[in-house]
T-cell receptor, first 114, second 114 residues
């Protein structure tokens, strides 16, 4: 068990460009979550998958954001036409099935939009 | 909707002193409660969790927390702080009976003086 991994760890992009982040959850974890954390704040929920189904999306997830989890394994989060306000740490977490399991977080991808 | 308040943005303690970080939550039923720790540039590591049962829960690194329903609190404590405990601490609440999003507080930054 190598934990949740995220790539890349850092991404610098220019405003208007598209970016894609990848998350590999702990193997056999059915649930996968994306959060966004800005400076001085706690993580804010973006979206959640159970296997390949996206079951919940936050209002924070504008139409420029899209997330996928093909085949219920890794997940990608894409941001189109990035804006400076998208600069943040994007965190991925996973958990097993069940009503009471903690979420295990990856190291995050830090996005800087210039 | 659930919410979490961490009233202390920044706390400084001397190494060897005791520590208590405050967390108050708002939720209509018994919540799932968590404390996570985040070192600079890193993801979140789970310190401890409360789902049900004994209201005093033990975690890793010598931390404990007590769930007090009457005060809607879940304060984190450690009897003797080590310099390596310096980090950001986040309290989070989850919705019972589901496994969707966690709602985080804004965090408390702990500084440890030698």
């Amino acid at each position: 068990d190598t934990g949740v991994s995220q790539n890349p760890r850092h991404k610098i992009t220019k405003r208007g460009q598209n970016v894609t982040f990848r998350c590999d959850p702990i193997s056999e974890h059915n649930r996968l979550y994306w959060y966004r954390q800005t400076l001085g704040q706690g993580p804010e929920f973006l979206t959640y998958f159970q296997n390949e189904a996206q079951l919940e999306k936050s209002r924070l997830l504008s139409d420029r954001f899209s997330a996928e989890r093909p085949k219920g394994s890794f997940s990608t989060l894409e941001i189109q036409r990035t804006e400076q306000g998208d600069s943040a740490m994007y965190l991925c977490a996973s958990s097993p099935l069940g009503p009471a399991y903690e979420q295990y977080f990856g190291p995050g991808t830090r996005l800087t939009v210039t | 909707a659930q919410s979490v308040t961490q009233p202390d943005i920044h706390i400084t303690v001397s190494e060897g002193a005791s520590l208590e970080l405050r967390c108050n939550y708002s939720y209509g039923a018994t919540p799932y409660l968590f404390w996570y720790v985040q070192s600079p540039g890193q993801g979140l590591q789970l310190l401890l969790k409360y789902f049900s049962g004994d209201t005093l829960v033990q975690g890793i690194k010598g931390f404990e927390a007590e769930f007090k329903r009457s005060q809607s609190s879940f304060n984190l404590r450690k009897p003797s702080v080590h310099w390596s405990d310096a980090a950001e601490y986040f309290c989070a609440v989850g919705v019972t009976g589901t496994a969707s999003k966690l709602t985080f507080g804004t965090g408390t930054r702990l500084q440890v003086t030698l």
